[in-house]
């Protein structure tokens, strides 16, 4: 690229920063702008992982990261051997920024505060002389022959040889629409990431309690997750429950957010090799069918609310109970249908399932492959991970790509 060419970023988030960071390390002659339609930045930054930013997760293996990703877990795997999850500590680490992992993977600041990263990008972006135009709410971009012409509101035409359009997600198909006059797909954007509100509250009763490994099941679908669930006053919450919502983001705003789910509370136990087990139990000793709580490892609060679902008192004998009686216990704890109506967002944290069409771009370089010249990063790409700093992670891989500007 020959010097002094204009280089304008869309969009003042996690995805934007560092594109135009990198893009300024990589091509010092260019003119380098961000644009941004609020008088803020890095606002999801700011709030991520209630403040302590939820920079990446740790796992070294490509393959393995990009199955956190229900959307642009292909296109992704390729792009993390350009920049992966080591790439991201390293740069961190070589801006003064340390990241540190929990027991779990996910990585934050060592000052457990998202202002360490904030901090990190407004001096880069000081230090490297990049602009910064707030209030900037861009509107329409046109093809001009060699460049593009930029209509920002209430503003004169911005000139730019190259952009990145780094503008998040939404909701809404219309804050895509300045996108319209270049003619690029946008899939249908819809919530993703969010917990399952309970028709009937009486399971509400259990909140607070949480079992480690569950499987939850979209009824007549094939969308299921095993992962540990969490009782809330509202539902379900836990990561079987949110990766779940993120799997079946699209089918479930199909169907307004009312379906049925089933819940094995055993993990991996089938109704016929449970009752067996019990039977054993049964025929072995005199405890009371409470009890056998901890037999099976669930919690005495579960059981006891499932016993009384099933008709049965928790203080009776298992001799007591007949086999009939036994086996819907064990159908209630392996098949326990909840009607869900609604949903509740996750801490705060949401991302959009939908967006600028995969296919429609290069990861190789992450260029529009309909219009050369224009490059997509971060969340405005039909791209999003489940919780544990996949996002952030897709938004620094992307916007590194980006930002190299190639042209193939
Ligand atoms: C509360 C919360 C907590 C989160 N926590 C985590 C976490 O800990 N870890 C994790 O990995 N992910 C987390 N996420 C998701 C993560 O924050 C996002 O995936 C990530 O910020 C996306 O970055 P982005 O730069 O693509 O988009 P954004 O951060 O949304 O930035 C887009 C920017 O573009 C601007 N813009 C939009 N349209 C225009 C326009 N037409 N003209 C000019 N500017 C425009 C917007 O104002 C915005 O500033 C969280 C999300 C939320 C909401």
């Known amino acids: 690229m020959s010097a002094n060419k204009n280089i304008v970023i869309i969009g003042a988030g996690a995805a934007g920063y560092f594109a135009a960071i990198n893009t300024k390390l990589n091509y010092p002659e260019a003119q380098v702008t961000i644009l941004e339609k609020s008088n803020k930045t890095l606002q999801k930054v700011k709030i991520s992982g209630g403040g302590r930013c939820n920079v990446t997760h740790y796992c070294l293996d490509n393959a393995l990261l990009s199955r956190n990703y229900p959307r642009g877990q292909k296109e992704l795997q390729q792009a993390f051997h350009v920049f992966s999850v080591k790439d991201t500590i390293a740069w961190f680490k070589q801006q003064g920024v340390q990241l540190v992992k929990e027991h779990d993977n996910r990585m934050f600041p060592s000052s457990n505060n998202s202002q360490s990263i904030i901090d990190c990008f407004e001096q880069n972006i000081k230090k490297l002389g990049i602009k910064l135009w707030l209030n900037a709410e861009v509107q329409t971009i046109e093809k001009n022959s060699s460049h593009f012409d930029i209509q920002i509101k209430g503003k004169e035409k911005y000139y730019a040889d190259y952009v990145i359009v780094t503008t998040g997600g939404y909701f809404q198909k219309e804050a895509y629409s300045f996108l319209s006059c270049l003619r690029i797909n946008i899939v249908n954007p819809v919530p993703s990431l969010f917990t399952f509100n309970v028709a009937n509250k009486e399971v509400c009763q259990l909140m607070g309690v949480s079992v480690a490994e569950v499987e939850v099941k979209i009824s007549g679908t094939n969308y299921s997750h095993y992962g540990p669930i969490l009782i809330t006053h509202w539902g379900f919450s836990g990561p079987a429950v949110l990766v779940l919502s993120s799997k079946a983001a699209e089918f479930l705003y199909d169907c307004k957010y009312d379906f049925d789910i089933i819940i094995n509370w055993t993990g991996k136990h089938h109704t016929d090799s449970l009752f067996q087990q019990l039977l054993q139990i049964k025929n072995k000793s005199n405890i ?121």
């Open 288 to 408: 009371t069918i409470r009890s056998i709580y901890k037999e099976i490892q669930l919690p005495s609060r579960l059981i006891d609310f499932l016993l009384t679902k099933s008709g049965i008192d928790p203080h009776k004998k298992m001799a007591e109970i007949s086999n009939k009686l036994l086996n819907s216990f064990c159908r209630i704890i392996c098949e326990n249908n909840y009607n869900i109506k609604g949903k509740t967002t996750f801490k705060e944290e949401f991302v959009t399932c939908g967006g600028v069409d995969l296919k429609e771009v290069n990861f190789k370089t992450m260029e529009s492959k309909k219009i050369k010249g224009i490059y997509f990063a971060g969340e405005v790409l039909n791209i999003d991970g489940v919780t544990g700093g996949f996002n952030f992670q897709a938004a620094w891989t992307t916007a590194y790509i980006a930002a190299q500007l190639k042209e193939l």
